[in-house]
Nanobody, 124 residues
C-alpha cells in the first residue's frame, strides 16, 4: 500500500510558475513509476507526465511538453511537477499516482494508487 498526498495547488496569475509536490509513504517508493494527471472542471481526467522508478526518464503528454517538468527524489519519497508559463487552461485538480514497475504511461488504469488531488486555479 502506498499513500500519496499532493500539495502546492493554489490560486495564481497566468504567466507565473508553480511546483506541485506529492509525498509518498508506505511501501518502497522507488519500486513505483509515478505519474501526474489532471482533471479540469467538466472534463475527463488527463495524463500530464510520468517518470520511471529511478527517475532516469520522463514522459509527457504531447500538449504538455515544454512547460511541464516532472521530477522525483527517492531519498525524500517525493515527486514534483513544475509548471511554467501558467495559463488559465491549466486550471484543474492535479493528482499524482503510483504504478508498479519501472515505467508507466498515460493510461490511468496502470496506476494502482492515487492521491486526493491538489487544486490549481490560474487567473487571467
Amino acid at each position: 500500500q502506498v499513500q500519496l498526498v499532493e500539495s502546492g495547488g493554489k490560486l495564481v496569475q497566468a504567466g507565473g510558475s508553480l511546483t506541485l509536490s506529492c509525498a509518498a509513504s508506505g511501501r518502497t517508493f522507488n519500486g513505483y513509476a509515478m505519474g501526474w494527471f489532471r482533471q479540469a472542471p467538466g472534463k475527463e481526467r488527463e495524463f500530464v507526465a510520468a517518470i520511471t522508478w529511478r527517475g532516469g526518464a520522463a514522459y509527457y503528454a504531447a500538449s504538455m511538453k515544454g512547460r511541464f517538468t516532472i521530477s522525483r527524489d527517492n531519498a525524500e519519497n517525493t515527486v514534483s511537477l513544475q509548471i511554467d508559463g501558467l495559463k488559465p487552461d491549466d486550471t484543474a485538480v492535479y493528482y499524482c499516482a503510483a504504478a508498479f514497475g519501472v515505467v508507466a504511461g498515460p493510461n490511468p488504469l496502470h496506476y494502482a494508487y492515487w492521491g486526493q488531488g491538489t487544486r490549481l486555479t490560474v487567473s487571467s
